[in-house]
Nanobody, 118 residues
């Protein structure tokens, strides 16, 4: 049984920073992709960023240059450093993981709220 446990959400002013973390427990291979989706109020869940087992990285357009994704702990922990946050970044952020042969998330975290407001 794989569990993804997120931490690091909260309330921050525009221009501020937050760091999200997601730790995987259970039988999960280091070859798995890990990444983040987010769901803003009233909107669908959108991909934010992911990182492969060989550290290839993708970012969605609105976060490029502001967010940084990284992995550590034998690739079982993924971080999302979010800088220069904007009100439109307000959302519930979900960690996910899937194997290298899939494009669909297999495992999800419970979600962590990020609110950007003055």
């Amino acid at each position: 049984q794989v569990q993804l446990v997120e931490s690091g959400g909260g309330l921050v002013q525009p221009g501020g920073s937050l760091r999200l973390s997601c730790a995987a427990s259970g039988t999960i291979s280091s070859t798995y992709y890990m990444g983040w989706y987010r769901r803003a109020p009233g909107k669908q869940r959108d991909l934010v960023a992911f990182i492969t087992s060989v550290d290839n990285i993708y970012y969605t357009g609105p976060v490029k240059g502001r967010f940084t994704i990284s992995r550590e702990n034998a690739k079982r922990t993924v971080h999302l450093q979010m800088n220069d946050l904007k009100p439109e970044d307000t959302a519930v952020y979900y960690c996910y993981s899937h194997n290298a042969f899939s494009t669909t998330p297999e495992y999800w975290g419970q979600g962590t709220q990020v609110t950007v407001s003055s």
